[in-house]
Antibody, heavy 118, light 112 residues
């Protein structure tokens, strides 16, 4: 059974940093692109970043480019999102998801809440 | 960026009745290989999104056949032939043709 479990969310002040993790199980992690998507309170879904199977390619939405870094550790079956220079508008639930070339974002984690506030 | 526009933004449906959600993209979602990268997700209350439909019309694993997707180019539709109580939630379309992936605003389905 495919499982994704995010962790690392919490309360942080504007300008601060946070590192999110996503533990993957039930599939061969190193075979899949992975992604982060977020959802601000009461709002819709926003794609943030993708990372290739070997980590050699990464892509970001403009709003987080230069502030967020997606990475992975296939030895630990883990995906990460390093978030720096956080802003109030980064407050959201952050989801990791698996990307299948045919079915797209086919499995999602439960999400972790990040609150940026002074 | 490709803009995804869903209508309606909310609908209230009697159990057993049909429901339909439209999703329009600002550009064609057809890829050079002929595939069309349009996906539908359902986010049930308090849950994370779950994939329903991929490539316009293919049902994801375990999805009941009362759900169907159709469309081409820039116009797409998700239909539920007979709505059940468990279908409540927010429905999102998403394009995967080009980055950034973009989602529709979401359509809230409620039961009358």
């Amino acid at each position: 059974e495919v499982q994704l479990a995010e962790s690392g969310g919490g309360l942080v002040q504007p300008g601060g940093s946070l590192r999110l993790s996503c533990a993957a199980s039930g599939f061969t992690f190193s075979n899949y692109w992975m992604t982060w998507v977020r959802q601000a309170p009461g709002k819709g879904l926003e794609w943030l970043a993708n990372i290739k199977q070997d980590g050699s390619e990464t892509y970001y939405v403009d709003s987080v480019k230069g502030r967020f870094t997606i990475s992975r550790d296939s030895a630990k079956n883990s995906l990460f999102l390093q978030m720096n220079r956080l802003r109030v508008e980064d407050t959201a639930v952050y989801y990791c998801a698996r990307i299948d070339l045919l079915t797209g974002l086919d499995f999602w984690g439960l999400g972790t809440l990040v609150t940026v506030s002074s | 960026d490709i803009v995804m526009t869903q209508t309606p933004l909310s609908l209230s449906v009697t159990p057993g009745q049909p429901a339909s959600i439209s999703c329009k993209s600002s550009q064609s979602l057809q890829q050079s290989d002929g595939a069309t990268s349009l996906y539908w997700f359902l986010q049930k209350p308090g849950q994370s999104p779950q994939l329903l439909i991929y490539e316009v019309s293919s049902r994801f694993s375990g999805l009941p056949d009362r759900f169907s997707g159709s469309g081409s180019g820039t116009d797409f539709t998700l239909k539920i032939s007979r709505v059940e109580a468990e279908d409540v939630g927010l429905y999102y379309c998403m394009q995967g043709k080009q980055l950034p992936y973009t989602f529709g605003q979401g359509t809230k389905l409620e039961i009358k």
